[in-house]
């Protein structure tokens, strides 16, 4: 239900005519947080003529870096800023700002889910990216060899997926078939396979991409739904959030007060994520 966002990596929200006096507001990174971004954008522009707003992508990464190399205002991220990240950035001082939560869910393809495949315990699924299952016949699926999708080791939702299925947020994952970057790369991936394996953003999950439950130690089975993302039930959540050098000021800080005001918050919750308000 995103892909029109992701038409194209850069969406520019600006008047036709600028004014001599616009104001700009300078944005990057996460793809999980971009449709939350993009969408307040939208929404500020029309109460902020003069503003203009350049939103773009690029992962995690992106976004501290170029915050860290002050060449952007805010960046978008959903993982928490590294050590290497900061020491790497000394005369910069990175603060985050939580604007919603949000869970990593292992995805399939909708024909594995509909054969019978809907729960994997954490390791299990550490097992087919570690490459020791490489057959969905080993869960009791079918005969087929498993599509194993990864992400490029910068992105968010890597490290966070990552950290709880493999015990370390850079793990390698030596089974994996492809490595791909953003959230609608991988999306596509997945419907295009009928036997295929990934990490996705609970927003993100459709009729064509499945996430599936996990099944704990004890053996309580935990769905990736919204109420047991609020409740912190599922296993694998974190938050989304948006990082500047120091304290915000200007249209950056407006522009972040407005996500976390109640009209922000609304649009969090309509793309699929759970506003920090409850």
């Known amino acids: 239900m995103r892909n029109i966002l992701f038409l194209s ?8 005519c600028s004014k001599p006096n616009t104001k700009t507001i300078t944005v990057a990174g996460s793809t999980t947080v971009l ?11 029309k109460a902020h003529p003069d503003t203009r707003i350049i939103v773009n992508a690029g ?21 928490a800023i590294t050590s290497q990240e900061i020491d790497q950035y000394p005369d910069t ?11 990593v869910v292992p995805v399939v393809s909708s024909e594995i889910f509909d054969s019978g495949v809907t729960s994997l ?23 087929k060899d498993i599509l194993v999708i990864d992400k490029e080791k910068s992105r968010g939702t890597r490290h966070v997926f990552m950290k709880i299925v493999m015990g370390d ?29 990934g990490m996705l953003s609970n927003a993100w999950l459709n009729e064509d991409v499945k996430g599936i439950s996990i099944i704990m130690p004890d053996g309580e089975v935990i769905e990736p739904s919204l109420n047991n993302i609020i409740n ?12 500047t050098n120091g304290d915000p ?25 759970v506003s920090i308000v409850q």
């Open 121 to 143: 315990s954490l390791e299990q699924i550490a097992k087919i990216y570690r490459g020791e299952i490489s057959n969905w016949k080993e869960l009791n699926g079918p005969d």
């Open 59 to 79: 992962g995690s990464g992106v976004g501290v870096n170029q915050v860290g190399s002050q060449k952007i205002e805010i960046g978008m991220i959903s993982r």
């Open 93 to 103: 001082s990175f603060q985050t700002h939580s604007i919603g939560k949000d869970a």
């Open 35 to 45: 449709p939350v971004v993009s969408t307040a954008a939208e929404q500020y522009k």
């Open 232 to 243: 912190g039930s599922f296993p694998i959540t974190r938050n989304l959030l948006l990082v």
């Open 9 to 16: 990596a850069l969406i520019l929200l600006f008047n036709a």
């Open 249 to 273: 000021v200007g249209g950056a800080r407006k522009f972040i007060d407005f996500i976390l005001s109640k009209e922000g918050q609304d649009i969090v919750t309509q793309n699929g994520y």
């Open 169 to 197: 947020k850079e793990a390698d994952a030596p089974g994996a078939d492809l490595v791909l970057g953003s959230n609608n790369e991988e999306q596509t991936a997945v419907v295009q396979s009928d036997a295929a394996i």
